[in-house]
């Protein structure tokens, strides 16, 4: 999509890779020091060795440092982060030691409608029971914990719901959660003894004005000892959003609170079977959560690299936000954060029926339609999961904002012709 890559992280990782180029005098010397730290936490100082399962030691450090400036001082253990092979893999890691049991008793995983397909699909490899909570459209895709209560009171007569996943920022939705509605949640939470699995991947990504993102870890704490001491969460953080966008890096971590030791044990144990994540995605990491700090060479033009990501990105939700809202028939709550647009479309019912004579759900006959006629590829709601008789679709905010507007306007007199021909 044109954006580039973030200069000094590319540099730390090249160093590390390649460390020779410690003595060439074309790395600044606050890359070097970074690179030589973490070199010292690798066997034989090489990336190419295996490291600890549960990731380099120096880096699971600077990883509890950023969670305590994230959170204003609320304190974090290295011993409960986990470095992982992106967010997905500590997903999966999670979910798979606390499923369990048969018939009735089966674990049961509370997921948001519209959701990320990593989840359901991951409940289906796991074979556990997906449990549906709606996110509430007319409230700009909020979490209410009256339906929250509602899916977990109906999912009690066929399986045992003991996990409850949140996405803040969402994905596909966007929304922000409010600290309000963190709270009423993590509430929820320990009165019904749950998981809490926290994914925020897209803690970076956040555009509307009034919106801040609040992670689960801080609110959790500054509800005091009831909750802190006892409400069991994981929360997963990576390299693939944000300002950043290495996604190919396979960089994350996994910070986890109140696991029974016992509990802690397996995990690793599990873990240890995948040996250890990538150590060049570590490194990657590593200079997500320990950037170059005011007074460093590269803090100039690290931050202007990054503020220039995160304003255009700012830009481009709004653009795409009022261009949708311009086209009669489409609906787009405000991307407060994260990557995406997932605009509400109206279908007339005769596209609807020729979508059901295709053989096909109606919002994918409408991104079909979209594709053959313009070339341009978006992501059918019905992918991520929508309330009954509602359409969708997915784009993302990615592309540069030049094309971004020419692509907004091509969507428009796509939209506006498959009105009038299904009229
Ligand atoms: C909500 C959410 N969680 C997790 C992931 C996976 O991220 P990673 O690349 O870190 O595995 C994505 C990727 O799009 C995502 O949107």
């Not at 540099?11 to 973490?38: G, H, M, W």
């Not at 996405?167 to 939705?173: D, H, R, S, Y």
């Not at 954060?337 to 295709?358: D, N, T, V, W």
């Amino acid at each position: 999509m044109g954006q580039r890559p973030i200069t000094f992280l590319r540099q730390v990782v090249a160093l590390c890779t390649y460390p020779n180029l410690l003595d060439s005098p074309s790395f600044p010397e606050d890359a070097k020091k970074r690179a030589r730290r973490i070199l010292q936490g690798c066997g034989g100082n090489s990336l190419g060795a295996y490291t600890a399962s549960q990731g380099i030691n120096c880096i699971r450090e600077d990883v509890a440092s950023y969670i305590e400036r994230r959170d204003g001082g609320v304190p974090a253990d290295p011993d409960n982060i986990y470095l992982t092979t992106g967010a997905s893999d500590g997903i999966t890691s999670i979910l798979k030691i606390l499923v369990s049991g048969g018939g009735k008793s089966r674990t049961g995983v509370m997921i948001p409608i519209p959701q990320y397909p990593l989840y359901s699909a991951l409940i289906s490899e796991l074979d556990a029971i997906q449990v549906n909570y709606y996110l509430d459209e007319e409230n700009c895709w909020s979490l209410n914990v009256n339906e929250l209560r509602r899916s977990l009171n109906e999912a009690k007569a066929y399986c045992n719901p003991k996990v409850l996943c949140i996405i803040n920022p969402g994905n596909p939705t966007g929304q922000v959660q409010s600290r309000k509605c963190i709270e009423d949640v993590i509430h929820f939470a320990w009165e019904e003894k749950l998981f809490l699995l926290a994914d925020e991947v897209y803690q970076d990504n956040v555009y509307s004005e009034g919106c801040q993102f609040h992670s689960f870890k801080k609110i959790l704490y500054e509800m005091g000892p009831e909750y802190s001491n006892n409400v069991e969460l994981a929360s997963f953080h990576s390299t693939s959003k944000g300002y950043m966008g290495e996604c190919g890096y396979r960089g994350g971590y996994m910070e986890v609170l109140n696991l029974h030791p016992d509990i802690k044990g397996q995990l690793v144990k599990l873990l240890s079977v995948r040996l250890c994540p990538p150590v060049s995605g570590q490194a990657a990491m590593d200079i997500v959560v320990n950037p170059p700090v005011p007074g460093e060479e590269s803090y100039s033009q690290f931050i202007k690299e990054k503020e220039s990501v995160l304003n255009n990105l700012a830009k481009k939700a709004k653009l795409a936000e009022d261009m949708f809202n311009k086209v009669p028939g489409v609906h787009c709550n405000p991307l407060q954060g994260a990557l995406y647009a997932f605009p509400r479309i109206f279908m007339p019912s005769k596209a609807i029926e020729e979508a059901k004579a295709h053989k096909m759900a109606p919002d994918m006959f409408y991104c079909m339609k979209l594709l053959e006629e313009t070339g341009i590829c978006v992501v059918p709601g019905s992918g991520f999961g929508q309330r009954e008789g509602t359409y969708h679709f997915r784009m993302t905010i990615l592309p540069q904002i030049d094309k971004l507007k020419i692509l907004l306007e091509k969507m428009k007199d796509f939209h506006i012709k498959f009105l009038e021909k299904y009229a």
